[in-house]
């Protein structure tokens, strides 16, 4: 890999994590207002795409952000095919490649989907939607309860890795800072985390429960698990601690775009072994 080459993904990867800290910040913020009652309200990424096309030069920024979600998947694709993190090859190492995979694809659908509001193509449904629309096609497919309960025991797995992130602040030996910086990004990362986990949890708990009663409709997306946590005992208090956690992770994604090491050694170590067989 060329230094050329490697230099235009790393400027693409730390857009993509600024891109995906917009995201967040949005989702976050959206819902701290809606907690306080000065209007936003629960919504995933696609609501929060949707209200940055309305803001004021929407279309430049949701173009910009659009290119980072892009490129955020090609850096994730990156990740687990050529294990730029170097993560190696035990079965552990595996589970997380093949999360960085999986990740891959939700931002080139999530890039799609902001391209399709730049050009006036994507339908009014939001997350809620799609989440019911592709759990109910799986309930139709063979053994598709279990399919549903398959990916529902994978996201509560992921936000069982995330709230482990959160205790641990392992994410930490992927960032470049030192000192008061490095303090104040890992409690940002570790508030962000710990907000991610508890929606992951939600939201994998609800697929679990679409599965075992093979309703579409019990199936929620992130908006919908806010919701839900809204509706709980202490319900207001909860959401806007959490709320306050995925704007916090926002806030770290941009803390990621400057600090975090996008090392490409690994990378072209494997491609050029790839090369050589190839030869």
Not at 121 to 142: F, M
């Amino acid at each position: 890999m060329l230094a050329a080459d490697r230099s235009r993904l790393e400027l693409l990867a730390r857009l993509g994590y600024a891109a995906r800290g917009v995201v967040n910040l949005l989702i976050g913020g959206l819902a701290l207002l809606a907690a306080f009652g000065r209007g936003g309200g629960a919504t995933g990424s696609k609501g929060a795409l949707q209200t940055l096309l309305l803001q004021p030069l929407g279309h430049v920024l949701l173009a910009i952000v659009a290119l980072g979600l892009f490129g955020f998947a090609l850096w994730r694709a990156f990740q687990s095919l050529l294990d730029a993190d170097g993560h190696g090859h035990a079965p552990k190492a595996l589970v997380i490649r093949f999360g960085q995979i999986v990740s891959a694809a939700v931002y080139v659908g999530l890039g799609v989907f902001a391209i399709s509001l730049l050009l006036g193509w994507a339908a009014g449904g939001g997350g809620e939607e799609s989440a019911h629309d592709w759990t109910g096609w799986l309930l139709t497919k063979p053994m598709g309860r279990w399919l549903v309960g398959a990916v529902g025991v994978a996201i509560v797995g992921s936000g069982l890795g995330m709230a482990r992130k959160a205790w641990s602040g392992s994410f930490a030996r992927h960032l470049a800072c030192e000192g008061a910086t490095a303090t104040w990004v890992l409690n940002l990362g570790r508030l962000g985390y710990a907000a991610r986990s508890v929606v992951f949890l939600v939201i994998g708990g609800f697929l679990l429960l679409a599965a075992y009663h093979a309703a579409p409709d019990e199936a929620h997306g992130l908006g919908g698990a806010l919701l839900a946590l809204q509706e709980q005992p202490f319900g207001r208090a909860l959401f806007g601690l959490v709320a306050f956690g995925l704007a916090a992770f926002g806030i770290f994604e941009f803390a990621e775009a400057r600090y975090r090491r996008i090392d490409m050694s690994d990378g072209r170590k494997a491609l050029d072994a790839a090369s050589a067989r190839l030869a």
